[in-house]
């Protein structure tokens, strides 16, 4: 049993949004507020840190959070913009206090909210990594120590001695990524620094936290938005809503979760009153939540009442990505159907090996009379799903407008043969 | 093993000075910083730091000196105004630096944990190399009158220690401010300005009416310019007007750690 290393009880902050100012109705009005507008300033800006009555300029970040972390644990914080990632990690870090609450830590701390930070464009590479270095909390003697290491993981040898303000954006990250990288820290805390920097850079960095956070035992905590980035480096995670935290588990189930709230999936259509045509539908996904991981069976089971016995019913689906496109043929049935159970009848359509890439689709579906050739019905958008692949492994990273489907392949060679992972 | 606690603080605190020198080293490097950065990209670079001091005093031989005539106590004008603008122009150099300190680096304080005492710090580390700079022009002044310093300039490094508490004491007190109310940095450009008449910069103490005297004593200025001068010109020491300036000097120094102490923590959050 490994300890506690973070304990968060009870931890909340709050923070005082400006008010609106009152509006004049008059030009008198207004020349008198104009007037007055420096004594209002100051109450203003006086109140910015103060709050003493609650009202509407009160806004809780963070509301009674606890949870603890073990040493060793990577854990990932996810939630929608403004859940109170961003708070947390910077009480987490000192930069701010919280209002109430209490966090007890075991270990040198270092946080990394940003690349480079305090990097002047007048000092040259060498110059600002001792800068930034020293501004993360390391002294000049580890810098000195660790600077070749550094110079050395950043790629930027050749420019180390030339001031920062030449260097093109992505050399100034990568220059600020290896001092992070080599921060030695028990415990480690990164908010969204691996958005910006090109896609190998980043999986460099991803490795090397990979390896701290395994072989020295190191606790991180991992805040981003990019899921596949959060499934790779963590297996413990914590949504926080609202500045709760309204799950802690595997990232796997985390990640779901997150995915339901967000994207407000609605996989079930429900009309029981409907009395000639679809009463129900349920896309039945691979999490039953509405998200599909990619390359498992997708189920659809669709009810439907007539008002007596109905033959050869005609049904086709349609799914449309969230650019409206109709992205696979629709899918019709062939055969003869009939409702002949006075009207009352149910249907399933299973997909074996759906290729959708990550995104979100809706379905539309159509009814007709096949004898008759007549148009009954028609659901637009009746009901929706999610693919999610951060479960799949991919080089290169997934990337939503990169295609409409993944197609399953294989690689042949003279002496090697495999199957890919699709 | 390190153990941090994080709690709301309360009331007014004393500065964590064991912290402070653990982050020694980022002191020395934004000090250099400060340096690097206020020369770059410039011919004269350094150079800088002699045209400034030397144009004014020129500018006040003339105008105070020469046309306006002002008493300097006897001393040739450009020496008399010279060793009160050595000085004084530290200590204005210092006001604005480091009360915009803070502000200039909200990048920094909203993202990373650090002293944040250091900012302000080295923005007044960083002003030395001027003030030694113009040490040297001052040194070389003295040659060319052939004026050479009296006993009194042992007592030197305690009015330097009177100009730095008082510049570090306002200068805390200022950036704290500065980062609420914004005012502070359009204020301070004029206000410095004013000050300079509140001092006897380009004029003599003798001009002070003497009911007045006490009062205009209780800038730690007077004191250090006073007594500046006096130890050049081997004069005897001007204690009457020092004592109540370092008095004040010092009372601003520590009000200023506990004011910069107890703003400290909303820094991140209104900067």
Not at chain 1, 230 to 241: A, H, I, N, P, Q
Not at chain 1, 351 to 364: A, C, H, Q, W
């Amino acid at each position: 049993m490994s300890k506690t290393i973070i304990k968060v009880e009870n931890l909340s902050k709050r923070y005082r949004i400006g008010l609106q100012e009152k509006k004049a109705d008059t030009f008198a009005q207004q020349l008198w507020n104009n007037f007055k507008a420096p004594v209002e300033n100051f109450k203003r800006i006086k109140s910015l840190g103060k709050f003493q009555e609650e009202n509407e300029s009160v806004h809780w970040a963070l509301r009674d959070v606890s949870f603890e972390v073990k040493q060793g644990e990577v854990l990932g914080i996810i939630g929608k913009n403004g859940a109170g990632k961003s708070t947390l990690l910077k009480i987490l870090s000192k930069i701010t206090e919280p209002t109430s609450g209490r966090i007890e830590m075991n270990g040198r701390v270092a946080a990394l909210l940003e690349v480079g930070t305090g990097f002047h464009p007048e000092l040259t590479g060498r110059e600002n990594i001792y800068m930034n270095g020293t501004i993360l909390g390391m002294t000049k003697k580890e810098i000195d120590h660790k600077l070749d290491e550094i110079i050395d993981f950043s790629g930027v040898e050749k420019y180390i001695d030339t001031p920062v303000k030449f260097y093109s954006s992505g050399m100034r990250v990568r220059l600020g990524f290896s001092v992070a990288a080599h921060l030695e820290p028990e415990i480690l805390i990164i908010d969204e620094v691996l958005a910006v920097g090109d896609a190998e850079f980043q999986k460099k960095c991803l490795g090397k936290m990979k390896d701290v956070s395994q072989n020295e035992g190191r606790t991180i905590l991992f805040v981003s938005h990019d899921m596949n980035a959060v499934y790779k480096l963590t297996s413990k995670s914590m949504l926080l809503d609202q500045g709760k935290i309204s799950a802690i588990g595997t990232t796997e189930d985390i990640i779901r979760k997150y995915r339901t709230e967000v994207t407000q999936i609605q996989n079930q259509y429900f009309n029981p009153d409907q009395s000639n045509g679809v009463t129900f539908i349920e896309v039945i996904t691979s999490t039953g939540t509405g998200i599909h991981e990619f390359g498992k069976p997708l189920k659809i089971n669709l009810k439907a009442k007539f008002t007596s016995d109905f033959k050869n019913v005609a049904l086709a689906f349609q799914f449309i990505d969230e650019f409206g496109h109709s992205v696979i043929n629709p899918l019709v049935t062939q055969d003869k159907i009939n409702w002949v159970n006075n009207g009352i009848g149910e249907i399933k359509l299973i997909i074996p090996y759906p290729r959708f890439i990550l995104g979100k689709y809706s379905m539309t579906v159509h009814m007709g009379d096949k004898a008759g050739k007549q148009h009954i019905q028609t659901l637009e958008n009746a009901c929706s799903f999610e693919v999610a692949m951060d479960h799949l492994h991919s080089d290169y990273g997934w990337n939503r407008s990169a295609a409409f489907y993944l197609e399953s392949h294989i690689w042949e060679t003279e002496n090697l043969k495999y199957e890919s992972v699709y | 093993m390190n153990k941090t606690i994080i709690e709301p603080s309360k009331g007014w605190k004393v500065i964590d000075f064991e912290e402070l020198w653990r982050y020694k080293d980022l002191l020395y490097f934004l000090t250099v910083r400060g340096i690097k950065a206020r020369y770059a990209q410039s011919i004269l670079g350094i150079g800088w730091a002699i045209i400034q001091p030397l144009f004014t005093t020129l500018v006040f031989t003339v105008v105070f000196g020469g046309l306006a005539k002002v008493d300097s106590d006897g001393m040739p004008y450009i020496l008399f105004s010279y060793l009160a603008l050595w000085p004084w122009n530290y200590f204005s150099g210092t006001l604005n630096e480091s009360a915009n300190s803070l502000v200039a680096n909200a990048g920094m304080i909203t993202k990373v944990y650090f002293p944040r005492l250091i900012l302000p710090l080295a923005a007044i580390f960083s002003k030395l190399l001027d003030f030694i700079i113009s040490f040297v022009v001052l040194l070389v002044l003295l040659i060319y009158f052939k004026v050479v310093p009296g006993l009194g300039i042992i007592f030197l490094p305690l009015l330097l220690i009177q100009l730095l508490m008082t510049s570090l004491g306002i200068g805390m007190i200022l950036s704290a401010m500065a980062v609420q109310y914004r005012d502070v940095k359009y204020a301070l450009t004029f206000i410095v300005q004013l000050l300079l008449y509140g001092a006897p910069v380009v004029y003599s103490t003798t001009a002070v009416p003497e009911q007045w005297q006490f009062l205009y004593s209780l800038n730690p200025m007077v004191g250090v310019i006073e007594g500046i001068r006096a130890m050049f010109l081997s004069r005897p020491m001007p204690w009457d007007w020092i004592w109540p300036g370092a008095f004040i000097g010092v009372i601003l120094f520590v009000f200023g750690l506990f004011y910069f102490r107890k703003m400290e923590k909303v820094f991140a959050d209104v900067a």
